[in-house]
């Protein structure tokens, strides 16, 4: 117990402030004299990212090499560097988080994670191999209008890549500031210069190798977790789960979310409804819409489909995704473990005292493994996740600068400006400088975005990437009338319908709503308030003053948390577009803007006439089933 | 590569057989796998009653439920991948005949 309060001093001094909030005096999770363990493990883990770097920058020789490791990754290894690239921070310590939290449901939400890579194994991954060279845009312009749709893609790779992008480093900062305690700015500019180094010196070879070993690092540090956790309850499948409900903590978490409804539950039944869903997901249409982006949106993200650039054959396209479920599957797996078992051992309460959001479930489970914030081993172990978060973060990062580097690079560049004729030192060479740009953007969109919620960005990549891309590439690679007017279509209607929809959706801030929520707590808290200082007058028994004047301390705290919250929204009434409220309920636009993204593709291709596509219809369909014609590549 | 007649491989029997093979099976297997996967939040949102029921100690019918999903796509991608190797034996064929005789104008 005593350790825990003592994780709980600092963290309740700074009350439910929001990670995302620039709270210069943040909880910091390591120690103080613990911290050269942190700086030894993050030198380590970059030390070992630099020489593979250095090592694949001697390999780097070709713009092949460049933008697709020269096709010389194998299924397995692929497979790892396909789960490094998608087992992001938002995946890692986000679902682990959410289950701690809110049990079934966050489990519930890691299936469409994994579900989505049997649409990527059964219909995209081969064709888009035996297809495709460096971009997506190589893809649609095998039998479209080349410079059109190169530019349209390009677009949207880069619309998608920066929306997660954003995300990522936001989230990244954050979280080296919580973990190690360097300002927001500062961990922004690292994540970014360290992936801009592996990037621009070792092209795809780097990036690949840094997806591996980050990968092989996530999962060992899970598996030693679980097995801990686990050792703990004696290795039992239902008696494990027997431990969840029947502990306290996670009943006292229940409670708390179910409220008034709680009332009549016996302890048992509360912990058995943290196995049950409904604590978090409470919308099954939005539920239903959010999956649908992931299942049809992972497929159609431009730095996930680049992986399958990289491989020399369909089959080893075929088995790297193989690998990647494997792996992907296993590790969530694993996390229901790490959720609960930081729910038992380390508590809700706490979790949510260091991050609101849950994010610090797994960070704060290691260091309990290792003997708690005092033991020399905790905080080790605590610094080995931290730097395998960290890790984690700058190779989802290096994958999607990588992604829309290329698009600006070999489809504008080299595609529309230079009408392909460019050599292969020039395009290597403008690949780097736009590595160089998207990075810096990257970097300035991060520092600029600090204590915005950018959580919903996620969501909106796959949104848009299940919308636009999903629909035109598979279109283009299974319909013979498929054609440039509705891949043109398909890009800029599913995109814009994605976004469009998340603006007017109840993601934004609607100032109006915020004041409405807000003035309702000051106006419960102000005569709760009047009353307990009344009552304090009255009252002599020094006990029952003690308690009342905590109730005073918990309504004005309460009281002024809301009028914090008043004074950030600010004069204003209407949200970024102009809205009082919102126009649309769904928080996911997938279930509306998919089906869009599709249909506009149907009617754009039956408009505009193309005989080219259709007289190439043959060529890119028996190249996508036999590879014909790839094998040259494979050879190099 | 210019050279080949992509068209009258395209009308081969044997392309046709590997198409219509591989139509059938992977877009029934796509559809059978987005039908059980949507079933998962369906009846988290409609038959809560249903995922409640206990069946192992503490362990649910939804808990259950959404660790059969795991099952089946590791199931889904060991199924395909053995069935993967006659497609693969198939397209190697063609892409023989192609360089052989069949496909060149």
Known sequence: MNIRRRLLIPALAVGAASVLATEPAFAQTVPTQWRFLTFGVFAAIIALTMYVTYVAAKRVKTTADFYAAGGGVSG???????????????????????????????FMYSVGWLVAYITVLLVIAEPCRNIGKYTLGDILAFRNNPKTVKAFMAVSTITVSTFYLTAQMVGGGVLVKTLIGIDYEYSVIAVGVLMLGYVIFGGMVATTWVQIIKAILLVLASLVMVFLVWSQYGFGGPEYFQQVIGDPKIQARVGGLLGDAARTMSPQELGQRFLEPGLYLKSPIDQISLGMALVLGTAGMPHILMRFFTVPTAKQARISVIWAMAIIGGFYVLTLFLGTGAAMLVGPTTIIAADPGGNMAAPLLA???????????????????????????????????????????HDIWVGIVKGEHATDAEERRAARICTLIVGALAIVIGILAQGQNVAHLVALAFAVAASANLPVVLLTLYWKRCNTGGVVAGLVVGTLTAIGLVLVSPNMTYPLQVKAVQQKIIDAQTPRIAKVNADIAAASDPAAQDKLKKDLAAAQKAKSGAEAALAKVGTGTTSLVGLEKPLFELRNPGLISIPIGFLAVLIGSLLYRDRRAEEMWDELYVRSNTGIGRAAAAAH | MATINWAAIDSTPRFRELHDRKTRFLWGLMAFSVVYYFLLPIGAGYFTDLYKVKVWGPVNIGLLFALSQFLLAWGIAYFYARRASQFDEMAEKIARDADATGGRK
């Open chain 1, 76 to 106: 397995l290894q692929n497979g790892w560097a396909i789960a490094g690239d998608y087992l992001s921070a938002a995946s890692f310590l986000g679902i682990a988080g959410l289950i701690s939290l809110y049990g079934y449901d966050g």
């Open chain 1, 367 to 409: 260091q309990f493994l290792g003997g708690g914030p005092d033991s020399m081993l905790g905080n080790l172990m605590l610094s080995f996740v931290a730097a395998v978060a960290f890790a984690t973060i700058v190779a989802v990062v290096a994958g999607l600068v990588l992604a829309a580097a290329s698009a600006m690079s």
